[in-house]
């Protein structure tokens, strides 16, 4: 089956640095993308990785191992407005995007 | 780009009614989806259009759902005999062919009482 594995909720403090992993399990795989929620709005595109290794873009990194099966999200130089659900979505063999839950990221001042 | 747009904005029916959503994509997007999202989850995959045909859908998806989009521009969601298990927020994105990075609407918010 497919499965996608975050951590429900994470706290961070303005200013800090916050790791998001995510693991998954597809039937196939064409890539994995990053997608920012804020609450009552629509995803936004924060970034997409198709090779190992880190993709950086501004305050924001995204890493992927397609061997482990394992991404994660950085979010360096913590803002308020980055309080937001963070959804790791891999691509299967289908190219759908395959939704986890999503990382519910509360920043304190 | 002027967005992807999707009408109405709100929605509240009565259980048992019929209701249909609208979602304009980004004018040169091809591929064009609608997903459901509940609070808490991530969307969810209803049907996926690539220009006017619908490539797939979901096999969860019950029959009181149809999507069409006649001319390949613009979309519409209809659910029939709706159930308060439908209440959600219909997500209706669209992505160039060469593309597969999703560009979403703001969404339909379907309340059935």
């Known amino acids: 089956g497919q499965n996608i594995d975050q951590p429900t909720e994470m706290t961070a403090t303005e200013g800090a640095i916050v790791q998001i992993n995510c693991t998954y399990q597809?039937?196939?795989?064409?890539?994995l993308f990053w997608y920012q929620q804020h609450a009552g709005e629509a995803p936004t595109f924060l970034s997409y990785n198709v090779l190992d290794g880190l993709e950086e873009k501004g305050r924001f990194s995204s890493f992927l191992s397609r061997s482990k099966g394992y991404s994660y999200l950085l979010l360096k130089e913590l803002q308020m407005k980055d309080s937001a659900s963070y959804l790791c979505a891999p691509m299967d063999s289908n190219y759908q995007l395959i939704w986890g839950a999503g990382t519910k990221l509360i920043i304190k001042p | 780009d002027t967005g992807v747009s999707q009408n109405p904005r709100h929605k509240i029916t009565k259980r048992g009614q019929n209701v249909t959503f609208r979602c304009d994509p980004i004018?040169?997007?091809?591929?064009l989806y609608w997903y459901r999202q509940t609070l808490g989850q991530g969307p969810e995959f209803l049907t996926y259009f690539q220009n006017e045909a619908q490539l797939e859908k979901s096999r969860l998806l019950s029959d009181r759902f149809s999507a069409e989009r006649p001319k390949g521009s613009f979309s519409t969601l209809e659910i029939q005999r709706t159930e308060q298990g439908d209440s959600a927020m219909y997500l209706c994105?669209?992505?160039?062919?060469?593309?597969?990075?999703?560009?979403f609407g703001p969404g339909t918010r379907l309340t059935v009482t």
């Open positions: 004018s040169e997007h091809n591929r």
């Open positions: 597809t039937s196939g795989f064409n890539g």
């Open positions: 994105a669209s992505s160039r062919l060469t593309s597969y990075e999703q560009y």
